[in-house]
């Protein structure tokens, strides 16, 4: 694990902004005065569902893959993940021209097994648990050499990741709030070093599942509380803190919230219905903070990431069996 | 009905796009390397389904409910619709602070009928076809003064619906064929108008359903041919051309070409499936026509107005009850 007394920084985040640019896709930031008129704030929302691979993960991935030297990426890359990260880092991978390794939970959704394999990954399945990833993954880093592109806990994906908020913030223009979703903190940790450079005067809020509410608890515990049986829709964010992402939050988040299952998938459909965007349950938290009053937007400008759109459409939440 | 031997211009477009600008959104234009790859071209998406109300329409009804007079405007607007346009003359008129009225034919999707209600407009349902709307609106009109906003006769609709390839074109780049679907064929009259204008080389082809093969016969005949009886779930693409479209489409247009009604649910799902885009059916019908070889789209830059994404989530075509 990375030590929590290392932070990333602005520079580290234009850095991965000049490396990734020719791969990512600059994603719109859309506006709805709909929403706007139900919520009394001016939303602006960064489509990530819209990015490459179908998520902001594909900018930490690629930061950390193309970061690589040539003789680190010669014996591949590897990693874990729930399904975005994967796809992201079968993705740099495949720019790069090396292998990837991706352990990815048994009954992990359906597409997002298929689009790391389109991808052109090995996949490995193993236990759905925290240890039985992390253990499957240390088994092939030693087997095969791969370098281990973590999907939250390493510091150039953090840094990547924070790219999604400087363009958030020079196509939206000064913003009173920024909130993103929390699961292993790879996200927030570059959103939030951004904002504090660039938006020394916003407010910065993480939003969690109720069910998957480590950060929450650790942020009012001030120690690094442990995430337990995570249960919640957004499978996302059912990965618990570092000490690296932790210690960003601690210094740059204002405040961490939660919301319940029934207002993320009300957040899904609102979305869908208002900006015509499809997300997946992850992405709809922060919306779904705003939805059910755990953050306040009104008369302010708030930029919302939305993070992912890797959803099984056969299978919408608000549509029963 | 407007004469076919008046034709608009590219002045009357950039003039659209002038006045229209406040009001609509900048659509971001997708690509993917996995369409790229499996159609041997390069693509350029244009995202009308991301366009305010959730289609391209909003482009056209803007440009004409703002070119109103204030005399006129104070009568409020009229227009019938099987939804997005209905949709986009509610939000223009919504701008302007008028009243719009929406006459919707028996059996429009929900969601599009719940949009025009939310946006303020008032709805008469009719029977379902086209005399009937014609003669509804024709009878609002004459008890209210209301200036008719007809969904595709008509220059000011025409020209702002080409404003979307003005955008394709300054972010795609040069392209050697663009592509667009074909109803009434007011959004083909104005990007064709555009691409003449802006890409002499490029090739213009048009994309009907079989089943809603008005176009298709009449170009092939040099004859306006009637629409009878369309059968395609492709609900936008029922109505059949107007003189003035048909003579657009006659000057600009070098080809059109139609699809099966399962190459529309497999082009859905495509699009859906790579970029993250959740189109209505009759958006999908130009990816079709590629998909079906209909369209040889290999080694060439090929602009496509996605013109919509107004469907209801819970009734996906590719889902069987």
Chains 1, 2 share one sequence.
Request: with cysteine; glycine share 10%; charged share 20%.
């Amino acid at each position: 694990m990375l030590p929590d007394n290392v932070f990333i920084t602005l520079a580290d985040i234009e850095a991965a902004r000049d490396r990734i640019a020719p791969f990512v896709r600059r994603t719109p930031v859309l506006t709805s005065d709909l929403l706007d008129e139900a919520t009394g704030g001016r939303l602006f929302f960064k489509c990530e569902n819209l990015q490459q691979i179908g998520a902001f993960k594909a900018r930490g991935a690629c930061n950390a893959v193309l970061s690589l030297t040539d003789a680190e990426a010669a014996r591949g890359v590897a990693t874990h993940s729930s399904g975005n990260h994967g796809s992201a880092v079968a993705y740099a991978a495949r720019l790069r021209g090396i292998v990837a390794h991706v352990v990815m939970p048994d009954g992990v959704a359906r597409p997002k097994a298929a689009q790391v394999e389109r991808l052109g990954a090995r996949i490995t399945y193993c236990a759905p648990n925290q240890a039985a990833r992390e253990a499957e993954t240390a088994r092939i880093v030693a087997e095969t050499g791969a370098a281990l592109i973590h999907p939250f806990d390493n510091l150039q994906v953090m840094a990547g990741q924070g790219t999604a908020a400087l363009e958030l913030i020079e196509d939206a223009g000064p913003l009173d709030l920024v909130m993103t979703p929390i699961g292993g903190g790879g996200l927030i940790s570059g959103v939030s070093t951004a904002v504090r450079a660039k938006l020394p005067a916003a407010r910065m809020v993480g939003a969690e599942p109720a069910g998957a509410d480590d950060a929450a608890r650790s942020f009012a515990s001030g120690r690094l509380e442990p995430m337990d049986h995570p249960n919640t829709i957004a499978d996302g964010l059912r990965a618990g803190l570092s000490p690296a992402t932790f210690a960003h939050i601690r210094r740059n988040v204002d405040d961490v919230v939660t919301v319940s299952e029934a207002a993320i998938v009300e957040a899904m459909r609102a979305l869908w219905e208002t900006l015509k965007v499809v997300v997946e349950p992850s992405a709809a938290v922060p919306y779904a903070a705003i939805l059910e009053g755990k953050v306040d937007a009104r008369g302010k400008r708030v930029g919302v990431v939305l993070t992912g759109g890797n959803i099984d459409l056969d299978r919408l939440p608000w549509i029963r069996p």
